[in-house]
């Protein structure tokens, strides 16, 4: 079972939930930009929430199945097709032995996911199937890679999730961190201050600029190298500030402001070159009932997955649905 | 910078918490050798410990860090455990973890392989002859591995590499690139951009993620870069190790 690359953009890679256990060697955790996005795919084939998924950047891209696939897509906003028929996004659909699929370029977010059922088999490699680019771990994908898939579970095509809303910036929320002491007389202009997702970024972290003076750590301190965790907001040399992601290095010597809350992550790798995006302090007590809530939400996914409903005025085929055997009932959208 | 402090710096250690999921334990502010051993030695005390709910733990050049999972382990519990943990003996006299190694990996100094040789020794106020007899004859102990995979940082080297880093960035070093500043060596394990100066090429692999060892150099281990003549480099890169050796130390 396996799909083929026809076409693909730049930085086309698997990704599953990374490789923990290694940072006392020097290598972070990588894995998916959103990991939100891989849950989601995952409910809507039915795989474990670990399953790798290919992670599409802005582009999209066109594959071939060489077997017959079940497929969702999920995260940024990328129109799909099947052979030139339209699919929705955060729907599971069949992809037919020697159908093509094309995904176009982002509309709104930045990563995509591709899930195929059974979830995408290339070798592990320390533990994990996620590339990571930085660390010369894997590679990016090109036309003409065939990627293994596993056993599909069982499940069904047409099936839908609601997506979290997170492709448009916002309010992100941090915590105040190690390093934030030496930024005190700054914070409130910070949370004040509305930044822009800049051109700089990728899947080690993203730059935001805004107008006005760059920040800066008091005291001409001389702060040693010291851990680095996603979602750190290291202040550069020139005062701006670069949210660091997943394939972020395990050290840095830049001074760090505050810290991401871990579910506003995808948020934040979501957010498109021009996005605007606001950072608002909250309590470690605040930061860690949103973190239990992300738990919650993740775990009840699966449960959330219900059959699309469509009006038989879109189904090309609808003579070759057995209506009377009440598969379809006009309450799709109720089920669990 | 090194300071060859013998007794605990005021005010540490300290508990500082690393986002939502990390606590960072620091020994001092800045490099020393005893708040060096201290993080190592608290570290393999941590792991020691299996605490339930700790997800890893790495050490920087003088920090422990813990990632764990709050919703499992809460900060306050972690933190008292970890606050348990500091009192229960003088971390700053603690000895250097088991298994060590000492490792002896030739290095060509200068030539096109590493073109900042002459600019470094300068800076440290040394011939270039008189750089390549100091380098290449110390022996220096990996004080942290981090920034990249298996990558090492190596101290302490003498007085007179307390240079700075350049203030541009050099585009591109390859892998195997010896280069110092501040009293330390960092040997990459990919190439990079570096603030560092390139005073000496190994063909020593670091990373090596098809192996059942990947990361080949441990905190603690020790490391010789003896100077080899150029004309050895082809020899060393045909070699697995690049010509490393290295044998059991305690």
């Known amino acids: ?37 891989l849950a989601e795919g995952a409910a809507l ?22 077997t017959d696939l079940r497929l969702a897509l999920t995260g940024a906003s990328m129109p799909l097709s099947v052979d030139g028929a339209a699919v929705p996004a955060y729907t599971s659909f069949a992809l037919r032995k020697g159908a093509v699929l094309d995904i176009g370029a982002a509309r709104a977010g930045v990563y995509g996911y591709l899930h195929v059922a059974g979830g995408i088999v290339t070798p592990e490699r320390l533990g994990s199937r996620s590339a990571h680019l930085p660390a010369g771990l894997g590679k990016a994908l ?18 839908t999730l609601t997506p979290e809303p997170r492709l448009s910036g916002g309010e992100i929320r941090v915590v105040e961190s190690a390093q934030s002491r030496h930024f005190a007389d700054q914070l409130d202009r910070f949370q004040a201050t509305e ?13 935001m600029a805004s107008d006005g003076p760059g920040f800066a750590a008091q005291g001409g301190l001389r702060i040693l190298s010291e851990i680095v965790v996603p979602g750190d907001i290291q202040i550069t040399g020139d005062g701006t500030p670069f949210v660091l992601l997943a394939d972020c290095q395990t050290t840095g010597g830049y001074p760090r402001l505050a810290t991401v809350i871990p579910c506003d992550l995808p948020r934040i790798a979501q957010a498109a070159p021009g996005t605007k995006l606001r950072f608002r302090v909250v309590t470690l007590d605040d930061a860690l009932q949103a973190e239990a809530a992300f738990a919650r939400h993740l775990k009840a996914l699966p449960g ?33 | 910078m090194i300071a060859d402090v013998t007794e605990k710096p005021t005010g540490f250690p300290t508990l500082r918490r690393m986002g939502v999921a990390g606590v960072l334990v620091s020994f001092g502010d800045h490099l020393s050798e005893p ?47 970890l606050s348990d943990l500091l009192t229960s003996q003088d971390w700053y ?62 101290g302490p080297l003498p007085e007179a590499w307390d240079i700075p880093r350049q203030t541009a960035l050099t585009p591109r070093v390859p892998e195997g690139a010896l280069v110092v500043a501040i009293r330390q060596f960092v040997l990459f394990s990919v190439s990079t951009p570096t603030g560092w100066r390139h005073v000496g090429q190994t063909a020593f692999r670091l990373f090596r993620p098809e192996s059942d060892t990947p990361f080949l150099l441990r905190p603690g281990d020790e490391v010789i870069f003896p100077q080899v003549a150029p004309e050895e480099f082809q020899n060393m890169r045909n070699d697995a190790d690049g010509g490393a050796t290295w044998e059991a130390i305690g």
Do not use: K
Not at chain 2, 44 to 59: F, H, N
């Open chain 1, 304 to 336: 959330q997955v219900a059959p699309r409903f469509r009006h038989p005025a879109d189904i090309p085929d609808l003579l070759g649905y057995h209506l009377i055997s009440g598969v379809i009932t006009g309450h799709e959208e109720e089920h669990e």
């Open chain 1, 195 to 207: 930044f822009t997702r800049d051109a700089h970024g990728n899947r080690m972290g993203v730059r």
């Open chain 2, 35 to 81: 708040a060096n051993r201290a993080a190592l030695a608290f570290r393999a005390a941590i792991e020691a410990e299996g605490w339930d709910g700790v997800e890893e733990t790495s050490t920087s050049l003088v920090s422990a860090f813990v990632r764990f999972d709050p919703l499992h382990l809460p900060h306050a519990t972690l933190e008292s455990r």
């Open chain 1, 1 to 37: 079972m396996s799909l083929t690359v026809l076409a693909c953009g730049p930085g086309t890679t698997v990704q599953d939930m990374g490789r923990p256990g290694a940072l006392e060697f020097g290598l972070s955790r990588g894995g998916a930009a959103d990991r939100l996005a």
């Open chain 1, 142 to 159: 090109a036309a003409g890679d065939t990627l293994p898939t596993g056993p599909a579970p069982n499940g069904d095509t047409d099936l």
């Open chain 1, 45 to 66: 084939v039915g795989n474990p929430p670990d399953c790798a998924a290919l992670e599409l950047v802005l582009a999209g891209g066109r594959f071939r199945a060489e």
């Open chain 2, 93 to 154: 006299a603690a000895p250097l973890p088991e298994g060590r190694r000492l490792f002896r990996v030739p290095t060509v100094y200068g030539t096109d392989l590493a073109p900042q040789l002459a600019e470094a020794a300068a800076e440290a106020g040394l011939s270039v002859q008189d750089a390549i007899a100091s380098l290449s004859t110390v022996r220096v102990r990996v004080q942290t591995i981090g920034f990249a995979p298996g990558q090492p940082y190596l």
